[in-house]
Every structure is written in structure tokens, then in C-alpha cells.
């Protein structure tokens, strides 16, 4: 598997190459303020940094030994998949690197990371919509609009964290849709999911 991700890896790589115009990206680049670049490429490394970080700590907060160095690898292989990949889904590759520490485990983690990516995306975008109709008087969202926004995601969080009415909800879906043989396996990742994300 950690083979034939390479190879997919490689063959995107590829693909990218055989598509762009490498001559209108090189003048394109020439034109360009070097400075506004090496800024956009710090920023860039500096945002990767820190989710990789993030990926380390919830990680080691559920008992998954790894060095640094691997969790940016393995994180990093997730973002270059989930480039290509509808819903950025690739990004649940990493998860397989480390199946040894069993899939359940690893899916949670990799669940919670994203949900943190969702949580610290909501808040900025609905903070830079504000910001930006006050600053040029231009309404992105009503006022109603935006308290139903907020009311929402405050139900969503309190549904979340509230563990017996969570497990009270999906009970339904997981007694009829989940198969037989799927069902102990997801119990346990659920768990792990509800531990590690509460904790964080």
C-alpha cells in the first residue's frame, strides 16, 4: 500500500508537469515581486508547521508513539493526496502508514484532526466575513443569517459534547445501517473519536 501511494504521488507529480505551459509559468514568475512570493512560500511552510504539529500532539495524546519527522512526513503525503482527491479524502491516506497501530485508532485521529481544521475554518472565515462588511459596508450575510449561523454551529457543538445525547442520535443509523461485521470495529473508533477530541 505505502508503495502504490508513492507511485500515485509520483504519477500526479507527473501529470502536473505535462499540463502546465512551463514557459508561461517561468515568465509569469519573472514578472512576479519575489518578495510577496518568499512571504506566500513562508506562510505556506509556517501553516503546514503547525497543523503537522497538531497532527504530532493528537497523535501522542492517544498513545501513538512517532517521531516528529515521520508525523510531518506522513501528515505531508495526506496533503499532497487530498489535492487531487474529492473532499480532500486522500487525506485519510496517512491513516494507513500507521495502521499498525490499528485503523480504528488512527481514523479517530485523523477525524479529529480534520474536525479541528473545520472548527478553526468556520470561526476565521465568519470573523474575516465580519470584518470585511464592516470595513467596506458590504453585507456577506444578514444579521439573521449570521445568527442562525452561530446558533447552529453552538447546537452542533453542544450535541457534540454532549456524550450520551450523541450516542442517543446515532443510535438509530449505527442499529440499521451499519452491517454486523462492521460494527465492533466502529464502536471502537467512535470511541477513541469521542475520547480524543473531548480531551482536546
Avoid at 76 to 96: E, M, N
Avoid at 151 to 172: D, G
Wanted: glycine share 4%.
Amino acid at each position: 500500500m505505502k508503495k502504490l501511494l508513492a507511485l500515485i504521488g509520483i504519477a500526479l507529480f507527473l501529470l502536473i508537469l505535462l499540463t502546465i505551459d512551463l514557459n508561461k509559468t517561468i515568465s509569469f514568475l519573472s514578472k512576479a515581486d519575489l518578495t510577496l512570493i518568499a512571504l506566500a512560500i513562508l506562510i505556506l511552510i509556517s501553516t503546514i508547521a503547525i497543523r503537522c504539529a497538531k497532527w504530532f500532539l493528537i497523535l501522542k495524546h492517544e498513545g501513538i508513539e512517532l517521531s516528529f519527522w515521520k508525523a510531518f512526513k506522513y501528515y505531508y503525503i495526506g496533503i499532497v493526496l487530498g489535492t487531487f482527491t474529492p473532499g480532500r479524502l486522500g487525506d485519510f491516506a496517512k491513516a494507513l502508514y500507521l495502521k499498525k497501530h490499528g485503523l480504528a485508532r488512527v481514523f479517530a485521529c485523523v477525524l479529529v484532526d480534520r474536525l479541528a481544521d473545520v472548527s478553526i475554518l468556520f470561526f476565521t472565515g465568519l470573523l474575516a466575513s465580519m470584518l470585511f462588511s464592516l470595513y467596506f459596508g458590504v453585507e456577506i450575510f444578514s444579521s439573521a443569517m449570521l445568527l442562525l449561523l452561530i446558533v447552529l454551529f453552538c447546537l452542533a457543538a453542544y450535541i457534540f459534547l454532549n456524550e450520551p445525547l450523541l450516542k442517543k442520535l446515532l443510535k438509530p443509523f449505527y442499529n440499521y445501517l451499519v452491517p454486523e461485521r462492521f460494527k465492533a470495529q466502529l464502536k471502537q473508533g467512535f470511541a477513541s473519536f469521542l475520547k480524543t477530541s473531548h480531551a482536546i
